[in-house]
Structures are given as structure tokens and as C-alpha cells.
């Protein structure tokens, strides 16, 4: 009980501590000074009265989505002891096995930096500052001669060092036996059953009403949509990020979806988010990075190639290479498993004090990244919006499908969990596509890498997303895929 | 041509003459049938039905025929070719709505003789077409409205002619001045030949742009008579996107402005591969997620006032023939307003497929068509064909035969035949039963689903199954 309470206490001193930093703490300081104007609130009651003003006018609501949001990415209560990798990936040879895969990417970027000699970062002359602003809504129409450049790496390698991951601790030896799994994950990781998952996924029961099935045409919207949509209007008045949140689980319609999701991740387009990112553009304009080259090229690649996503190319440019340039995203690092990569002054290798990560939010494209960004394309007009929104499910979902870690929504769980369900529940097509030599996760591991976008049509590629922001994890992914196949 | 059956062979006007030039032997018989690749460069022949032999043939002479290339079918089954009207008056039909000057003289009376019998509001429900000029007869008009407003845009565009070629923009008259002086010299000559008129319109400069592009739709409607009149709406349709950025300082570049697909195919950076259409159902969720379900409504009906007065004005004109049907491919332009404008009205919409997606939608929506149609099942020879051609139209056939019924099949009271809604009966067709009333409520909902989930197989197999249960009580 008295342990319960510590950490308790501890989370909150250290959620509080956080949000003292946020824009949110000196508005909310501001409204409270302005508050004491107004004639209800009296000196004897002044903290009633002030609670009481905030409640009334949807500060405390904001407040309490702000709380909400903390908390969906704060770690979960661990050993004091642990030191900071612990939250990072508590397992050693996980973060082994990610260093040496991190080794691996950089030592490709250089040798690719090297043959080209493009330096990783230089600075943009006068008139190609200016001729890039000009040509900011248009970099689409842009013919840079990429075919130098290939991409870092591709969802087929990384599948690879999975397949060849390995505890020390446990014992399979060379030859196949009773222990070995069938699937390509070796790794013995706790994954849900379906019982768990049945109970975990509550809300997607056959007898509970789902958005993309119970509102086809034959079904009259009287039964469950119009209801529905009711509902959704009235959370979206509420500004409840957690309402939203076990809303949306049901799915969410179309004309909502936009906003739905802005309430989840607890964006909204204040006049410090257009600032940040004009700043980030700036950058972009003054700099030109190596891994601008790789985006263009991703890019041109996957989403231009893609029937619906091609006509938002454009935007694809100015969200990704903004995203390359924000070092807030290094944030996120502290509970993932992966770490930015440090890049050196000439002549200063070694020196910590001239050290800069590289790229500047420390992530670096692989080939099918910019599909990330592409349905959202679909929800958000506004290119500020649209990068926030981005840049929080990346933070919060999308960084998980592309680093090693142990976490129940990392890409080794989500494989696991593929495969065993597919042994368990389709155990002859599983076994048919061993004798094939299709091992099933081989076809599949590239959807899930990708959050199936490209690969799903778009209303039901966002109705998954729907599920994902819902219920704050990946799983599904990895459950629909052996409905998928 | 002409009936062929001892009318009085009239003279057929100069344009038919030149077809039937190409088209070198056959007479009589009335349908056409274009194949050949994206160009339409096919031969249109006629074929003889003297004996007759109540057949339907058509011919199919293709350059590049394949599977992937099929075209529209405008077949006057010769069983009724006795009753078909002589070609001037087969030229009086569809040109009336096609071709763009008579398309606007025809709008324009409409819309006087609304104002007249209605009243103003109804007529202002005709403004859905820029403001056009004839030229050269209308040159003085056009003239005086240009110099009412100076500084926009208009576009120039050949009436007759398709897939964008000989359109060009402008914004200054000594940019026409070159082209009057020709127009000049052959008003003296009273030649049946025509000669190339255009039409000066005004432009578009506000289009609706998605990912900065400008975009125009293309839908189906499927017109099976005039009068009365009876008009089918498909619920698929596409988007053609234009390949680069929309801007108004160049008006010279072709590849931003037009947003055909020949154009377009044509633009440096074309990637068959990826195409530049979406299915107008992505359109349709991509607006409703940006501006809501209301506006999207009120948009699309304002699409079938569109398709709607644009028939009824041509309705008297068009000499009706029970026995004749044509599929129109209307091209839609939406403005930052979303107001929906028409740009023009196609009689033989292209049915070459650009990609998968593409070949679904034509293959479906030609079948369903020849499901309304209702073809009597008999022999169908392709004359004069090639072979890949008379493969296409036996498959086509045999999949028809599929659903089962040699018989006619439609008891001519269905709203909804696969993917076509009937729009337009004689009245407004309402999406509710029959038996409610919906009128006294004002609550009338239209029976069109463009953009809409398109189960059509299942909707063909209840159709199919009803008929059959239907057979079997009766019999």
C-alpha cells in the first residue's frame, strides 16, 4: 500500500514537473491572475473560487487532457535502482543486438557519404535558400538526380537481424527440437493469449457495434450510426481527450476522424506550433542535410508511386524534412530502445563537446518511411497541423516498428504475436506456407512495418489507425494480420 | 445510309459523309461501335441489315484492340432499325448535348423558357455553365463581355473536337485577333463543310485544388430515352487529376489546365504506373472528412441538377427513339466554393483503362449497361472484326449470359440495376419506397448514390433471385 502510494506520488511530482515546463502551466497562471478581476472569486474561498473558474471556462479540462497525454507515454513504475537504459530496454542483449543494428545503419550512411562525397550537412547558399522558400509549396515538381542514392535500409534487412536475434540465456541449441519456435522469432517473449487479447480488445466484440462493418449500407443507420455519431459529437464538444480516446475505440466517422484525433494527441494549432514550425522550415532553408536527399528519394519511391497518395507529394516534403530538422523529437529516446546518432566536427572525432546527432531528431529514414505520413495527409490540410500530429504519433506509436525492443508493442512482440496466433488458429495454412517455403511472416512483416499504409485501402487503413490511437498500442496490427491472411 | 428501307435517300450531312468515307462498304444499320486505341482512331462502319435477320451486330475494327480496349456501344438493335430515324436526324441526337455550342444555345433557351413558366429561382438553377460564346457568330457578344471584365481568363475550344486538343487560354484579344482574320474570309462560302467553330468560355480561375493540383470528374449517365425521360446515374466515377501544380501565371502550359488523361499522358513527368485518377469514393471521403457531411451533400445534388437540366434542355431536340440509348461521360470542374460547374458532356466516353482500378470500373460499368439495355439474347456477330474484338464481345456477352436470363429479365420498374440509379423517370426518383409519401413531408431524398459503396454483384444477384422466385410463382 505504502509503495503504491510512493510511486503514486512520484508520478505525479514528476508529471508535474514536466508540465511546469509546457506553455500550458503560464497560460494557465495568466488565466488565473486574470481570474481575480472578476468579482465571484473572494479572497476567503480564493482556491475554491479559482478551481471553480477554471472548471467553468475548460481550462481544467485541458488540464486534464494534458495529465492524460503524460501519462499514455510515461514509463510504468520500475526498480529505483535501474539505471536509465532499463527504461530505455531492460533486456541486455536487446539493446545489444540495437546498438550493433545502429552500427551497422551509420556505417552505410557513411560509406554512402564517402562515395558520393556529399557532406552529411552544409550550408545553403544565398540563391538556393531563396529559390528553395519560393518553391516551398511545390518541391514535388523538384527533379533532383537521385539515382545515387539508395536507401539506408529496407524493412527486408531489418527482418533479417529479428530473425537472428537470440537469448544467451536460453537454450535451443543447434538442432531443432520440441523448444524451437516455428515461426522466424526465437526470441521468448511474453505475448497476450486470445483470451487476453479478447479481453483486451473488448470493445471490437461481434456484439458491439463497429464503425466500417455496422455502418454499410444495408444495415439501417437507425441501429448504431447515427447513434454513433451523436456520440461523437458530443465528446468533441467535451474536449475529453480520455472520452475521445475510448470512443474512438468503435471507430470513428469521417467527418470527425480530423479531430478525434487532434483531442487523442492532445494537438491543438496554437500560435506557438505555427512559430516552431516556421522555425523548423527556416532550418531547412538555411541547411541542407545528407538525409534531405534519402527523404526525397523515399518519397519518389513509395508515396508518389502510390494511386492515392501521389497528389500529396508535396506535403509529404515540407512535414519530413521539418521532422529531420526537430530536435524535440529527441525526447522520445529516453523510452526507446534506440539511441540518435552522434555525429563529429572534422577532425574531432571522439570529442564529446563537438559532437552533434545526426540527423538533428536523430532518426533516420528507411526506405517506406514517408508512407507514415501519407494517410494522414488525407485528415489534415494545414501543413503546421498536420506535421504535429505527425510528429506525436511517431513519437508515441510509429518509432516502435523500426527499433529492437522487448516492449509489448515493439516489432519483436508484434511478430511473436503473429506468428503464434497464426499457429495456433490457422494451423494448417501455417504449416502449408513452411512446406512452401513462405514463411508467413516474411510476407506480412512489411505490412506491419508500415502500419499497412500502402497497403490497405485509405477508409480502412484510418479505421485501423482509429483502433491504434484508441487503444494505445500496435497490437492490432499484428492481429489483423492473420485475418489478413 | 438511312433507313434503307426506300426512303429517300437524303443527303447526309457533310460530317457523315466523312465517316462514312472511312468507313468505307456497309450501309443501313445504325450503330456504331468505335474501337482502336486511346487515339480513337478506329473506323465506324455500317453495316447491312437488308435481309434482316434481327440481329444486332456491330462491327469492331481496332488498331490495338484488346481486351483492355473496349468502346462505347451505341446499338439501335436493327430489329428496330425499321423505325429508326434517317441520319440527319441520327445527327440532330446526341450532337445536340455534345457538342459545346449547340450544348449552350440548348441551355440557354432552357433556361429563358424556366424563367418564363417557373419563375427566376428555377432558372438560376441552370448557372451551373460558364459563360460562353459562339464564336465566330457570337464575336461581337463575346467581345463586349470580354471588355466588361477585363484581366480574367477565358478558354478557347474547338467544338467538336475531344480529348483536349486545340484548347488554349487567353487573356488578351489581340491573342484571337490572328484567328478572326480566317474566320473572316470563310463567312462568304456556304459550304456544308464546317467549319472549325469554337466556343470562348469564360475560365475557371478558382478550381478546387488537392494537393495543389487542379482536378476534374468524370461521371456516367446513362440516358435510355427522351421522352420520356429516363436517365440511369453510375455510382462510379473518376478523378482526373492534372500531373503539375496549379497556377495562373502560366496559362500557356497545357499539363497544368487541362486534365485529360490524353493531355496528361502526354506531360514529361506522366507515369502510367501510377495514373492520375482517384475513384470518385476516395474523392468523395476526402471532402467529407475536410468540409463535413452537409456540404458533400449539397454538393453532389447539385450534380444531379446538373446532369438533370442538362438533358431536359435538350430534350426536345433530340429526336427520341425508344429503341436507342447513349452513355454520356459528363466532365465535372468544382470550384474553391464547391460549386460544381459543367465543362462539357461526351458522347463516346473514352473506355480505355489506365490501370487496374480503371479496367474494374469500365468493365462494370458497360456491363450494367448492357443489363439496362436489355439485350435480347441472340446471336451477336462482330462484322468486319478482328478477332481479339469478337473475343471481347463474346466475353462480354457470355457474362451477361452468366446471370442466367435469355429473357428480358427487367420488369422496368427497378431504381437500382448494379451499379445504376435511376435518376430521372419521368420525375424525380426518390430513394424512399414507393407508397410513402415522401412529397407532403418534404423529406424527398433523390435515388443517387455517386460516390457511394458500390455493391453491384450483390445487388445483380438479389435482382436475379427476386426475377426467378418471381418466374416461379408465376409459372
Same mark, same amino acid.
Given at each position: 500500500m505504502l509503495q503504491e502510494e510512493e510511486d503514486l506520488s512520484l508520478t505525479i511530482a514528476q508529471i508535474v514537473q514536466k508540465l511546469k515546463g509546457s506553455r500550458l502551466y503560464a497560460q494557465l497562471e495568466r488565466q488565473a491572475w486574470v481570474s481575480l478581476q472578476k468579482p465571484e472569486i473572494k479572497l476567503e474561498t480564493l482556491k475554491e473560487d479559482i478551481k471553480e473558474f477554471f472548471r467553468i471556462t475548460g481550462w481544467e479540462k485541458k488540464l486534464h487532457n494534458a495529465v492524460y497525454s503524460e501519462l499514455t507515454v510515461f514509463p510504468l513504475p520500475r526498480h529505483p535502482a535501474a539505471p536509465p537504459e532499463h527504461l530505455k530496454e531492460p533486456l541486455v542483449y536487446m539493446r545489444k543486438a540495437q546498438g550493433s543494428w545502429e552500427k551497422r545503419i551509420l556505417k552505410s550512411l557513411n560509406s554512402m557519404c564517402t562515395e558520393l562525397s556529399i557532406p552529411l550537412a552544409r550550408k545553403r547558399p544565398v540563391v538556393e535558400q531563396k529559390e528553395l522558400l519560393n518553391k516551398w509549396n511545390e518541391m514535388g515538381t523538384d527533379e533532383p538526380d537521385l539515382s545515387l542514392f539508395r536507401p539506408v535500409y529496407a524493412p527486408k534487412d531489418f527482418l533479417e537481424v529479428l530473425i537472428n %536475434?537470440?537469448?544467451?540465456?536460453?537454450e535451443n541449441g543447434e538442432h531443432l527440437n520440441f523448444k524451437t519456435h516455428l515461426g522466424l522469432i526465437q526470441v521468448p517473449l511474453k505475448v497476450k493469449y486470445i483470451s487476453e487479447l479478447k479481453e483486451f480488445f473488448v470493445e471490437l466484440s461481434l456484439n458491439t457495434g463497429q464503425l466500417g462493418i455496422d455502418d454499410a449500407t444495408q444495415v439501417p443507420p437507425e441501429l448504431f450510426e447515427n447513434e454513433h455519431v451523436r456520440l461523437g459529437q458530443k465528446v468533441l464538444a467535451e474536449q475529453d481527450s480520455a472520452a475521445a480516446q475510448q470512443y474512438i475505440r468503435q471507430g470513428s466517422p469521417t467527418a470527425l476522424r480530423a479531430e478525434l484525433w487532434a483531442l487523442i494527441l492532445n494537438v491543438s494549432n496554437q500560435p506557438e506550433d505555427l512559430l516552431y514550425y516556421e522555425q523548423l522550415k527556416s532550418n531547412v532553408i538555411q541547411h541542407d542535410l545528407l538525409v534531405d536527399s534519402l527523404i526525397y528519394k523515399d518519397v519518389k519511391l513509395t508515396a508518389s508511386n502510390d494511386d492515392y497518395y501521389f497528389v500529396f507529394e508535396d506535403y509529404l516534403y515540407q512535414v519530413l524534412l521539418c521532422f529531420s530538422r526537430d530536435t524535440a523529437v529527441l525526447g522520445h529516446f529516453a523510452y526507446n530502445s534506440a539511441s540518435p546518432p552522434k555525429s563529429y566536427i572534422r577532425g574531432k572525432l571522439g570529442m564529446e563537446d563537438y559532437a552533434v546527432f545526426y540527423p538533428p531528431n536523430g532518426v533516420i529514414p528507411f526506405h517506406g518511411f514517408s508512407m507514415y505520413v501519407a494517410p494522414l495527409c488525407f485528415l489534415y490540410h494545414e501543413p503546421s497541423k498536420l506535421y504535429q500530429i505527425f510528429r506525436e504519433m511517431y513519437v508515441r506509436f510509429?518509432?516502435? %516498428?523500426h527499433s529492437i525492443s522487448s516492449h509489448h508493442s515493439g516489432i519483436v512482440s508484434l511478430c511473436l504475436l503473429f506468428e503464434t496466433l497464426l499457429q495456433t488458429h490457422l494451423p494448417q495454412l501455417f504449416y502449408h506456407l513452411r512446406e512452401i517455403g513462405a514463411q508467413p511472416l516474411r510476407i506480412s512483416f512489411k505490412w506491419m512495418v508500415r502500419a499497412f499504409s500502402g497497403y490497405l485501402a485509405t477508409d480502412q487503413l484510418l479505421l485501423l489507425w482509429d483502433r491504434i490511437l484508441g487503444y494505445n498500442s500496435l497490437e492490432i496490427l499484428a492481429v489483423l494480420r492473420p485475418r489478413v491472411a | 445510309m438511312g433507313g434503307g428501307r426506300g426512303r429517300g435517300r437524303k443527303r447526309a450531312p457533310a460530317l457523315l459523309r466523312q465517316r462514312d468515307a472511312q468507313a468505307g462498304e456497309g450501309r443501313g444499320g445504325h450503330f456504331q461501335a468505335g474501337w482502336g486505341g486511346p487515339q480513337k482512331s478506329g473506323r465506324r462502319c455500317n453495316v447491312q441489315t437488308e435481309e434482316s435477320m434481327f440481329e444486332d451486330s456491330w462491327c469492331a475494327k481496332s488498331e490495338r484492340a484488346g481486351p483492355e480496349s473496349m468502346y462505347p456501344i451505341q446499338v439501335h438493335s436493327p430489329e428496330y432499325s425499321y423505325g429508326c430515324p434517317p441520319p440527319q436526324a441520327w445527327l440532330g441526337r446526341s450532337e445536340r448535348l455534345t457538342r459545346k455550342n449547340y450544348m449552350v444555345k440548348n441551355l440557354k433557351r432552357f433556361r429563358k423558357q424556366l424563367e418564363r413558366e417557373v419563375g427566376k429561382l428555377e432558372a438560376a438553377k441552370c448557372d451551373f455553365f460558364p459563360k460562353t460564346f459562339e464564336l465566330p457568330s457570337d464575336y461581337h457578344l463575346f467581345v463586349e463581355e470580354f471588355r466588361k471584365t477585363p484581366g480574367i481568363t477565358w478558354i478557347m475550344k474547338p467544338v467538336a473536337r475531344s480529348q483536349g486538343k486545340g484548347i488554349f487560354l487567353f487573356r488578351k484579344l489581340k491573342d484571337i485577333m490572328d484567328w478572326r482574320k480566317d474566320v473572316g474570309r470563310s463567312d462568304d462560302q456556304k459550304d456544308d463543310i464546317p467549319v472549325e467553330n469554337y466556343v470562348a468560355q469564360r475560365y475557371i480561375e478558382n478550381p478546387y485544388l488537392i494537393g495543389g493540383r487542379k482536378f476534374d470528374l468524370r461521371v456516367y449517365v446513362l440516358v435510355?430515352?427522351?421522352?420520356p425521360l429516363r436517365a440511369w446515374l453510375y455510382r462510379d466515377g473518376f478523378v482526373r487529376f492534372s500531373n503539375t501544380r496549379f497556377t495562373l501565371s502560366s496559362i500557356d502550359d497545357h499539363y497544368v489546365h487541362l486534365t485529360n488523361v490524353a493531355v496528361q499522358k502526354t506531360s514529361p513527368d506522366y507515369d502510367p504506373e501510377k495514373g492520375c485518377k482517384w475513384m470518385i469514393q476516395r474523392f468523395r471521403q476526402y471532402l467529407t472528412s475536410k468540409h463535413g457531411p452537409e456540404m458533400v451533400e449539397t454538393l453532389f445534388r447539385d450534380m444531379d441538377n446538373i446532369f438533370i437540366k442538362s438533358l431536359q434542355s435538350v430534350q426536345k431536340v433530340i429526336i427520341s427513339d425508344k429503341h436507342c440509348f447513349e452513355l454520356y461521360g459528363y466532365d465535372i470542374l468544382i470550384d474553391q466554393d464547391l460549386k460544381p460547374w459543367l465543362l462539357e458532356v461526351n458522347a463516346s466516353p473514352s473506355l480505355a483503362a489506365s490501370s487496374q482500378e480503371d479496367y474494374q470500373l469500365k468493365t462494370c460499368l458497360l456491363e450494367d449497361t448492357l443489363h439496362i439495355v436489355d439485350m435480347e439474347a441472340s446471336t451477336h456477330r462482330a462484322a468486319h472484326g478482328s478477332v481479339e474484338g469478337k473475343a471481347c464481345l463474346l466475353r462480354l456477352y457470355r457474362r451477361k449470359q452468366a446471370y442466367g436470363s435469355r429473357l428480358a429479365w427487367l420488369t422496368g420498374k427497378e431504381k437500382r440495376v448494379g451499379g445504376f440509379d435511376l435518376m430521372w423517370n419521368d420525375g424525380p426518383v426518390s430513394r424512399e419506397e414507393e407508397g410513402i409519401d415522401t412529397a407532403g413531408t418534404g423529406n424527398f431524398v433523390a435515388n443517387t448514390h455517386l460516390g457511394c459503396n458500390n455493391d453491384r454483384k450483390k445487388q445483380l444477384r438479389q435482382l436475379f433471385c427476386s426475377f426467378h422466385s418471381q418466374k416461379k410463382v408465376t409459372s
Open positions: %536475434l537470440r537469448n544467451p540465456n536460453y510509429f518509432f516502435r %516498428l | 435510355m430515352s427522351y421522352i
